[in-house]
């Protein structure tokens, strides 16, 4: 079996550099051979603007050749890798038997639910997990939270890529989109993605829960700390480097969400593992609720391999509202590695142990804040048992 060339691994994607017919062969600073075996100049790797890439994407070999700028734009799905291998060498190193043998479906490789993804990757067998079940009776009321002031969430023109990683749907966000206000530092966003059911009639999907409620899906809205850290790929291991924004979603029958739709749209597109389309405006503000001053916050982890404990979490108390039928769109459109619909890719909730949630409102008053939950929440679908 012949090693792989020049490799490139983000979320669930791995890609090939296809040998050179140009007149300038032997591109980058190291040969083919040693490419793969060279650790100490993993970060020095570099690419040209004609190198073609092919997307292995999880043993599926052929998808799609890319020229360098489209491929590009994939790297963008693991910021701060700046297209060198600095980002991908850990998660290669797991990866290459897969490589190695094609068509080995599902090796190497994680999939719902997690009951073994502690194997691999022991973190996420510890003590501060996400996604937890928030009891409001117990959330403590912090005044010091602040409200969030989002800068660079309007509609925005660009390139943005929008890919199947075989877990999930993400849009790659632009770095001018920050936190400014409301979380300890300044964080700059990366990505966003969602979380959704649909394995039976009644599936709901989202990852937190609020008083064993499961709504029907959840968007992650994913951010590094840019004033502690220069890339994501530096901050993504480093304490108190990434803070996810999360909007819980609720479906309900009736018109569509527009402004979700300009990416649910593009579903169809994006069926196989690794496929990708660009979008040519974003709009990230008007996927947010209409009132996302209230929000809920506690420490945890990423909810997919290799779970680093290392999230700042701020769950939006009101639910933005897609329609049934997009949500159906949504539990529907693509497939998993396995060729299999995507379906069902939530975390279940793990124990708060010794953390605490706090909110920045009073979620025990008799306000309308105490009314929220009551009013907006869908059927109750209690997901397991949560200790606290
Ligand atoms: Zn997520």
Same mark, same amino acid.
């Given at each position: ?8 691994? !983000?979320? #669930? ?14 591109? #980058?600073?190291?040969? *083919?051979?040693?490419?793969? /075996?060279?650790?100490?100049?993993? *970060? ?14 999880? #043993? ?11 491929? &590009?734009?994939?790297? %963008?799905?693991?910021?701060?890798? *700046? ?12 990866? &290459? ?10 090796? !190497? ?91 039976? %009639? ?9 008083? #064993? ?34 909007? &819980?979603?609720? %479906? ?38 209409? *009132? @996302? ?39 529907? @459109?693509?497939?998993? @590695?396995?060729?299999?619909?995507? /379906? ?7 124990? &708060? ?31 397991? @048992?949560?200790?606290?």
């Amino acid at each position: 079996m012949r090693t792989p060339s020049l490799l490139w691994v !983000g979320d #669930g994607v791995v890609m090939e550099r296809l040998p050179h017919f140009g007149s300038q062969p032997g591109l #980058g600073r190291q040969t *083919d051979r040693e490419s793969t /075996q060279d650790k100490e100049s993993q *970060d020095v790797q570099t690419f040209q603007n004609n190198d073609i890439f092919r997307i292995l994407a999880s #043993g599926k070999r052929g998808l799609q050749k890319l020229p360098f700028s489209r491929a &590009l734009k994939i790297a %963008a799905t693991c910021p701060g890798s *700046d297209f060198r291998l600095s980002c991908t060498m850990r998660t290669l190193v797991a990866l &290459l038997p897969l490589l190695l043998i094609p068509h080995t479906e599902g090796s !190497g490789h994680w999939t719902y639910p997690d009951n073994e993804w502690s194997e691999q990757y022991p973190t996420c067998a510890g003590k501060s997990q996400s996604p937890i079940n928030i009891e409001t009776e117990n959330v403590l009321e912090n005044r010091t939270l602040g409200t969030l002031e989002l800068t660079g969430y309007g509609l925005q023109d660009g390139e943005f890529l929008l890919i199947n990683n075989g877990h999930s749907i993400q849009l790659s966000l632009p770095s001018s989109m920050h936190i400014i206000r409301g979380l300890p530092q300044v964080y700059t966003a990366a990505q966003l993605h969602f979380h959704w059911g649909g394995k039976t %009639a009644e599936s709901h999907g989202s990852e937190h829960l609020i008083n #064993g409620v499961q709504f029907d899906s959840e968007m992650h809205i994913v951010h590094y700390n840019s004033e502690k850290y220069g890339s994501f790929d530096e901050a993504q291991t480093e304490p108190e480097g990434l803070s996810v924004l999360t909007v &819980l979603i609720q %479906a309900k029958k009736g018109q569509d969400n527009i402004y979700y739709e300009k990416i649910f749209s593009h579903l169809s597109e994006i069926q196989n593992v690794g496929e990708n389309v660009t979008l040519n405006s974003i709009d990230v503000e008007h996927l947010l609720p209409h *009132d @996302s001053s209230r929000f809920f916050r506690y420490f945890g982890s990423l909810t997919t391999p290799p779970c680093t404990q290392n999230v700042i979490w701020t769950v939006l108390v009101n639910p933005a509202t897609i329609s049934t039928a997009q949500l159906e769109k949504l539990q529907n @459109s693509v497939l998993n @590695s396995n060729n299999q619909i995507l /379906q069902n890719n939530f975390r279940e909730v793990k124990p &708060l142990n010794q953390r605490r949630v706090e909110a920045n409102f009073s979620p025990k008053g008799k306000g309308k804040e105490s009314r929220l939950w009551s009013r907006f929440l869908p059927k109750p679908q209690v997901q397991g @048992s949560q200790e606290a």
